[in-house]
C-alpha cells in the first residue's frame, strides 16, 4: 500500500492550494480518507476526513475553509484549502482508515499514511 500526497508548497494569508493524495495497493472505495498536519513542536492534528460513503468531517478551525472530496475512479482524496493563514502552517499527511472503531478524527485509528507534504502560509 502507498499514499503519495503532493500539492503543498509557500502561499500568501489568503491564498488557497488544493492538495492531493493518491492511494495504490488497497480497495480504495472501501476506505475512510483522512488528512492531518503537524506543525513544528505541535501534535498532530486532525483536518479533515471523508468515509467510504462520502460523508465529511471538519476540525472546527477549517470549516467553511477547506473542503475534502475523494474521486474513487482515480483513487484520490483531495483537500481543498481556501482563505489560508498562517497558523495553517504545517507538514499535511494523508490517511486511510478500513473500519472506524472510535473516531474518524483519530489518527491512531487510521492504518496507511502517506509521506507528508509541507505548506506554508506567509503573513
Known amino acids: 500500500v502507498q499514499l503519495q500526497a503532493s500539492g503543498g508548497g509557500l502561499v500568501q494569508a489568503g491564498g488557497s492550494l488544493r492538495l492531493s493524495c493518491v492511494a495504490c495497493?488497497?480497495?480504495?472505495?472501501?476506505?475512510?480518507m483522512g488528512w492531518f498536519r503537524q506543525a513544528p513542536g505541535k501534535e498532530r492534528e486532525f483536518v479533515a476526513a471523508?468515509?467510504?460513503?462520502?460523508?465529511?468531517y471538519y476540525v472546527g478551525s477549517v470549516q467553511g475553509r477547506f473542503t475534502i472530496s475523494r474521486d474513487n475512479a482515480k483513487n484520490t482524496v483531495y483537500l481543498r484549502m481556501n482563505v489560508l493563514k498562517p497558523e495553517d502552517t504545517a507538514v499535511y499527511y494523508c490517511?486511510?482508515?478500513?473500519?472506524?472503531?472510535?473516531?474518524?478524527?483519530?489518527?491512531?485509528?487510521?492504518?496507511?499514511w502517506g509521506q507528508g507534504t509541507l505548506v506554508t502560509v506567509s503573513s
Open positions: 490517511a486511510a482508515l478500513r473500519l472506524v472503531r472510535s473516531a474518524i478524527s483519530n489518527w491512531k485509528e487510521y492504518d496507511y
Open positions: 495497493g488497497l480497495p480504495f472505495s472501501l476506505y475512510n
Open positions: 471523508i468515509s467510504s460513503s462520502g460523508s465529511t
